[in-house]
């Protein structure tokens, strides 16, 4: 049965049932300043895809252009979300004048108003067409920018395996490169969750995972994104929940090690108290994703 349904396991849409029929202005005075637009675009083959796209405010040449491609976890919808979201961009750009910031959440095919069904191969074409989207959107609006532009990737929980995924699987040379990963409550690969969500040698879960269509693994991506983006590495910053009750904290300290290991520049926080979907809702959780994502750009830029 896990193997049969997995995809409808893995992704929950209709979690919570009016999910998908939410509207952004529902949650727009929540988002106090920050206006957000939905997009429609075509995935790779053809699937209408919905984005949500903050305002860019104080545009300037000298500036900075930032974007941040969001990758929400496995549940609900984009609205919903928009306001912690919002309060962290807030942050962000009230710290940094020196970038300009838009950030894109992805909607992936089965979700909100996108279409189709959800499913590892169907999202990996959709979070590219978003880059490529990304590319384009730069193109039109920064055509005279002094500065070169910062493409960063924010993931939470399953959303980080898609970050991953996208930076290291992305080959479109024409695209805008991919200059660092903020990851929100990751876990290393789908394999090793099974394991933790089904410790029980008697049960048979843990052992279906060569079976399954979803394989997750941002352990094995960060050595292709270690490859990929030498001799300037990438950096990856991970905002893990000190009292997650689904992913265990040795996925954070491994994923950390990892990184030290293939010589990719690391950071890890971790939000004392939090359970897996409060770290963007803690206060500490808001300032630590803000403050990489500061941290990021500012490597970027110095490179």
Request: with cysteine; hydrophobic share 35%; net charge positive.
């Amino acid at each position: 049965m896990l193997v049969v349904f997995q995809n409808t396991i893995i992704y929950n849409p209709f979690m919570p049932p009016d999910a998908r029929s939410l509207e952004i202005a529902d949650y727009g005075s929540q988002c106090r300043g920050v206006t957000w637009r939905k997009e429609m675009i075509k995935s790779l083959d053809g699937t209408p895809i919905a984005l949500c796209v903050s305002d860019e405010v104080e545009t300037h040449p000298s500036r900075t252009p930032v974007y941040v491609l969001y990758f929400q976890g496995n549940a609900s919808s984009l609205p919903p979300r928009l306001p912690e979201i919002s309060s962290i961009l807030r942050r962000v750009r009230d710290a940094d004048k020196s970038a300009s910031y838009t950030v894109i959440g992805v909607s992936y095919r089965g979700y909100w108003k996108s279409h189709d069904r959800p499913s590892e191969k169907g999202i990996n074409l959709d979070i590219e067409a978003a880059l490529q989207w990304v590319t384009r959107l730069h193109e039109n609006t920064h055509a005279n920018s002094q500065s070169k532009p910062v493409v960063l990737l924010w993931g939470q929980s399953v959303g980080c395996g898609f970050a991953s995924n996208l930076a290291a699987n992305t080959t479109d040379q024409s695209n805008l490169p991919i200059r660092g990963m903020v990851l929100e409550t990751p876990f290393t690969n789908t394999r090793a969750m099974l394991q933790a969500l089904y410790p029980q040698k008697w049960l048979p879960y843990q052992y279906l995972w060569p079976f399954l269509r979803n394989h997750l693994d941002t352990w094995k991506n960060l050595e292709t994104v270690a490859q990929k983006s030498r001799p300037q590495s990438m950096p990856i910053y991970i905002v893990e929940a000190g009292n997650d009750e689904l992913v265990p904290q040795t996925h954070g300290e491994m994923l950390t090690a990892r990184c030290e290991e293939l010589g990719l520049p690391v950071q890890r926080y971790t939000v004392r108290k939090a359970l897996h979907n409060d770290v963007s809702i803690r206060q500490a959780g808001k300032q630590a994703i803000a403050d990489y994502i500061r941290s990021a750009v500012a490597a970027a830029q110095a490179k």
